[in-house]
Nanobody, 121 residues
């Protein structure tokens, strides 16, 4: 299972760190991802990383502002979000898939519940 937390209300320009705790299985050969869904919009890819670390990939909209990472000792994935803008407001979900990288949500088999991030202007 995956459980995401850490969302909240932040002013534009601020920072938040989301966490995704993994349990119940080994994710060593998995690709981990963050997706987000704004009100009235489709779910979109944010960032991904191999569970053992390295090999990160970001959506252009967050590149240079967000950093994805994993801590295999704590079985947790993180999304450090800096320089937040109102357009980052969304429910953020963590997800996992076996094998190669993908930006398509339908390729991810395991999902955590979402955590809401609200960025005020």
């Amino acid at each position: 299972q995956l459980q995401a937390f850490g969302g909240g209300l932040v002013q534009a320009g601020g920072s938040l760190r989301l966490s995704c705790a993994a349990s119940g299985r080994t994710f060593s050969n998995y690709r981990m991802g963050w997706f987000r869904q704004a009100p009235g919009a489709e779910r979109e890819f944010v960032a991904s990383i191999s569970w053992i670390g390295g090999s990160t990939y970001y959506a252009d909209s967050v590149k240079g502002r967000f950093t994805i990472s994993t801590d295999t000792v704590k079985n947790t994935m993180y999304l450090q979000m800096n320089s937040l803008i109102p357009e980052d407001t969304a429910v953020y979900h963590c997800a996992a898939k076996w094998g190669y990288n993908s930006t398509r949500s339908q390729d991810y088999a395991y999902w955590g519940q979402g955590t809401l991030v609200t960025v005020s202007s």
